[in-house]
């Protein structure tokens, strides 16, 4: 598919089938709070704005360019955003903050990805990185009303780190901050280890768990 610009903006949400041709047009998600759904997993190699989507309900994109949200709203789903381009890729907020209502995944074939701004990954919350350079320069709010993971390696260091979590965090390797940590609501935080450069804040006090917590 190659149209310059696709813009969403369903009235009553969206349905994409994206069918197995990857699509080089860029996409912008402006839907209000409504349901955005993939069936299936949408190969995107282009640019994705989303100006508003509060539910990425299922499926997965597949997207090899940049992303920018300027959605301010934390909402639900199920969806998974997979960053997986061969160069380098960038994630911003347009200067402020931006909601992304997905699970998120980078797993690149080459080249690093940039997250810039704040970016607050609400909807299930989850974090996993596989493969590529994240270089990280704002601030990461994992946000989720229930429980939710972190998988993490030693390619994706971040900057500040900011956890509204309830229920039970589970952290898989290493999650490493060179900024500041800020536990505003926590729960439980099982297993792996948390390294931090910075300042450790906790308004938490009945936070519990079993994650090692290192200063360094």
Known sequence: F??????????????????ATAWTANVTISNGNRTFTVTGTWDLDAILTITSCNNFATGTINLSGNLTTTFTIAGTGSGTINFDGAGTQAVSAGGGTGVINARVIVNKSGGSITFSDTINISSGASWTYIAGTVVHSGTIIINSNSGCAVSNGAGAAFNNIEIQVSGTLTITGTWDANGNF?????????????????????????????????LD
């Open 182 to 214: 800020v536990f505003t609501t926590a729960g439980t935080v099982n297993d792996g280890t948390i390294t931090i450069a910075g300042n450790l804040t906790s308004t938490d006090a009945a936070m519990t768990g079993t994650t090692a917590i290192t």
């Open 2 to 19: 190659t149209a310059t610009t696709v813009n969403f903006i369903g009235a009553q949400g969206n349905t994409m089938n994206p069918g």
